[in-house]
């Protein structure tokens, strides 16, 4: 059984209802004995994300579901940043179309961003994810975790895996998209793997 501080940890409930993530971090946090449970299996809706940076809608998120469970909490906030965008579409990539008075949903987010892209060179741009665990509601120190994935944008689609940005996330080593991976090297490679390695690391430093 994982540990933090002395708290078990085998049960924790994952402040989202989003199914890819959760796909994604239980093949991730399963081969280190943590069970997630989505908390709208648990009746918690969504929190608000009212935040301009990742690290505070990520607490805010894991603080709803603990408060409302009472089980330990593993939130993440992660998006799209690309650096010819200023960052954008960053803590609002979920809902990047509808800011701009479109649809939320991948497909919308896409075109917008394939659209705000058009006749720029630069198309670097990261994915990054932003992890935090809390005990308990009132937890004063939750572990927070980490990660970037570098790639570049296109302007056509590749790959029928994952979600999100991933069929226009390219990456040059890999000579693929995220959407061209097979779940077992996205889940070893993405920024949600490497924040999760460093949120692994500092629990077994706790134990």
Same mark, same amino acid.
């Given at each position: ?23 994604? $971090? ?101 994915? $990054? ?33 994952? $979600?999100?940005?991933?069929?226009? $996330? ?38």
């Amino acid at each position: 059984m994982s540990e933090v501080a002395g708290t078990p940890l085998a049960r924790v409930v994952l402040a989202s209802n989003n199914a890819g993530k959760l796909r994604e $971090f239980d093949a991730l946090l399963g081969a280190a004995g943590i069970a997630l449970i989505a908390q709208g299996e648990l009746g918690v809706p969504e929190a608000d994300e009212p935040h301009a940076t990742f690290v505070e809608n990520a607490l805010a998120k894991a603080r709803h579901a603990a408060r409302l469970t009472g089980l330990p909490a593993l939130a993440d906030d992660s998006g799209l940043c690309v650096r010819a965008l200023g960052g954008e579409p960053g803590v609002y990539s979920a809902r990047y179309a509808q800011r701009a008075g479109g649809e939320k949903s991948d497909a919308a987010n896409n075109a917008y961003l394939v659209e705000r892209l058009r006749g720029q060179h630069d198309r670097r741009g990261y994915y $990054f994810c932003v992890l935090v665990l809390v005990r308990h509601a009132d937890d004063p120190e939750p572990l927070i975790a980490e990660g970037r994935w570098h790639g570049e944008l296109l302007d056509a689609p590749r790959g029928e895996n994952g $979600f999100g940005y991933d069929p226009y $996330f390219y990456l040059p080593d890999l000579n693929a998209t995220a959407a061209q991976l097979e779940p077992a090297v996205k889940n070893a490679r993405s920024h949600r793997a490497i924040a999760l390695a460093a949120l692994l690391a500092r629990l077994k430093e706790e134990r």
